[in-house]
Antibody
Framework: QVQLVESGGGVVQPGTSLRLSCAASGSSLSTFGMHWVRQAPGKGLEWVAM????????HYSDSVKGRFTISRDNSKNTVYLQMNSLSAEDTAMYYCARDSSSSRGNWFDPWGQGTLVTVSS | DIQMTQSPSTLSASVGDRVTITCRASQSISSWLAWYQQKLGKAPKLLIYKASSLESGVPSRFSGSGSGTEFTLTITSLQPDDFATYYC?????????FGGGTKVEIK
C-alpha cells in the first residue's frame, strides 16, 4: 500500500520560490502519473499540475503555468513542485496524489497528508 | 475549461437519512467522473470512479450514477462517520476540475 508524504511547505514572502517534495513508500510510483492539488484555507480543491509516469510530459493549470514546474525522480520515488514568483493567491495546503493511470489523467488515489504553503509579507 | 457545479453546497441531514448530491458538468464528460470525501483537516479520500464504480473498501451505502453532464452521489443510510464535505471531479479533459463541494452537516 503506497503512502505519500509531502514536505517543503512553509511561510515565504511574495515573489520568492519554494520547492515541495512528495516521497512515496510501500510501492513504486514509476508506472503512475502524479498530480499536485491545492486547497486554499476554507476553500475547495484546485488541480495544479500533472506529470506522466516517465516525466516526459506535464500539464498545468492556467493559474500556475509559467511559474510552477512539476518534476519527478523515479529512482528516489519522489515527485517535486518547484514554485516561483509566489503570491498570496498561492497560499494553500498542497497535496500530492497518484493517478490511476500512467499518463491519461484520471482519478486520484491515494493522496498525501498535505504540506502548507503560506505566502505573506 | 469544463465547469463542475455541485448542489446543494450545504446539506443538513440526520443519521439514517438517504442523501443525494448532484454534480453537473458544463459539457459532456461521458462517465469520466470521480467522487471524494474530505473530513476536516484531512486529505480527500476516493469514493467512486468512472461515475459509478465503488472504490475498494468503501461502504456499499455509497453509490454513484449518471453520465454525460449530470451525476449523483447517493448515501443510502447516513452514518455518523459520513458527515464530511464531498467533491466531484471530472477527468474528461485538462484542466482537471472539481466541483465546489457539498458539506453534509448534522441536522
Amino acid at each position: 500500500q503506497v503512502q505519500l508524504v509531502e514536505s517543503g511547505g512553509g511561510v515565504v514572502q511574495p515573489g520568492t520560490s519554494l520547492r515541495l517534495s512528495c516521497a512515496a513508500s510501500g510501492s513504486s510510483l514509476s508506472t503512475f502519473g502524479m498530480h499536485w492539488v491545492r486547497q486554499a484555507p476554507g476553500k475547495g480543491l484546485e488541480w495544479v499540475a500533472m506529470i506522466w509516469f516517465d516525466g516526459s510530459y506535464q500539464h498545468y493549470s492556467d493559474s500556475v503555468k509559467g511559474r510552477f514546474t512539476i518534476s519527478r525522480d523515479n529512482s528516489k520515488n519522489t515527485v517535486y513542485l518547484q514554485m516561483n514568483s509566489l503570491s498570496a493567491e498561492d497560499t494553500a495546503m498542497y497535496y500530492c496524489a497518484r493517478d490511476s493511470s500512467s499518463s491519461r489523467g484520471n482519478w486520484f488515489d491515494p493522496w498525501g497528508q498535505g504540506t502548507l504553503v503560506t505566502v505573506s509579507s | 475549461d469544463i465547469q463542475m457545479t455541485q448542489s446543494p453546497s450545504t446539506l443538513s441531514a440526520s443519521v439514517g437519512d438517504r442523501v443525494t448530491i448532484t454534480c453537473r458538468a458544463s459539457q459532456s464528460i461521458s462517465s469520466w467522473l470521480a467522487w471524494y470525501q474530505q473530513k476536516l483537516g484531512k486529505a480527500p479520500k476516493l469514493l467512486i470512479y468512472k461515475a459509478s464504480s465503488l472504490e475498494s473498501g468503501v461502504p456499499s451505502r455509497f453509490s454513484g450514477s449518471g453520465s454525460g453532464t449530470e451525476f449523483t452521489l447517493t448515501i443510502t443510510s447516513l452514518q455518523p462517520d459520513d458527515f464530511a464535505t464531498y467533491y466531484c471531479q471530472q477527468y474528461n479533459s485538462y484542466p482537471l476540475t472539481f466541483g465546489g463541494g457539498t458539506k453534509v452537516e448534522i441536522k
